[in-house]
């Protein structure tokens, strides 16, 4: 069945820095979302981004297709970036493990 | 205002018991899901429903069931919940199965069963 595998598990950064998420799945995917979760629990779509690079604020999705993985980047991180970011895939969409993001202050 | 309800947020139940988890979505959508999440394993996929009475299993539905009756509630059942069943479960809705529809979820509901 299909996979969807993130890295890393888990990221620690000081304010202000950047942030690279990966997404690796095993088949062409076509529909990829990204998520987020914030540490209460709630869950809110990010980007629908099956190919290219979309932006929104500080984020940066960028899929490519073809060689099978999706990145998220988060540029000038702020405290309040950290929660889990799971990507997922298909139809029934699922979900990587996510990596959980600690920023700093 | 579009939103997602789930109720309860927390609930305690003894193995063996019956478990019902209501959702509830005030936007029309006709395609709403179950998830479970447990610690390192992401979401997982419990079911999903098309619309009203017509429901297809996810990647884990073994132990559950659902109903859908109206477009606007979801309801997933235990049927003499077990220990294993001790997760958090997430409903979401989308307008439709559509690749490009965006999911909205609940604020989900901390189950255990003791």
């Known amino acids: 069945g299909q996979q969807v595998q993130q890295s890393p598990a888990s990221l620690v950064l000081q304010e202000g820095e950047n942030a690279e998420l990966q997404c690796n799945f095993s088949?062409?995917?076509?529909?990829l979302q990204w998520f987020y979760q914030h540490p209460g629990g709630r869950l809110v779509s990010l980007f629908y981004?099956?190919?290219g690079t979309k932006h929104t604020g500080r984020l940066t999705s960028t899929t490519v297709t073809n060689e099978r993985r999706s990145s998220l980047h988060i540029s000038s991180s702020q405290t309040t970036d950290s929660g889990t970011y799971f990507c997922?895939?298909?139809?029934?969409?699922?979900f990587g493990q996510g990596t959980k993001l600690s920023i700093k202050p | 205002d579009m939103k997602v309800t789930q109720m309860p947020r927390y609930l305690i139940k003894r193995m063996g018991e019956n478990v019902l988890l209501e959702c509830g979505q005030d936007?029309?959508?006709?395609?709403m899901y179950w998830y479970r999440q447990d610690p390192g394993l992401g979401l997982q996929l419990i079911y999903i429903?098309?619309?009203?009475?017509?429901?297809s299993e996810g990647d884990i539905p073994k132990g559950y069931r659902v109903s859908r009756k109206k477009r606007e509630h979801f309801s997933l059942i235990l049927d003499s919940a077990k220990t294993n069943q001790t997760s958090v479960y997430f409903c979401?809705?989308?307008?439709?199965?559509?690749?490009?529809?965006?999911?909205?979820f609940g604020s989900g509901t901390r189950l255990t069963v003791l």
């Open positions: 429903s098309y619309d009203v009475d017509s429901n």
């Open positions: 088949s062409t995917a076509t529909r």
């Open positions: 981004n099956p190919s």
């Open positions: 979401a809705s989308s307008l439709s199965e559509g690749i490009a529809e965006t999911l909205y």
């Open positions: 997922a895939i298909q139809g029934k969409l699922i």
């Open positions: 936007m029309s959508h006709e395609t």
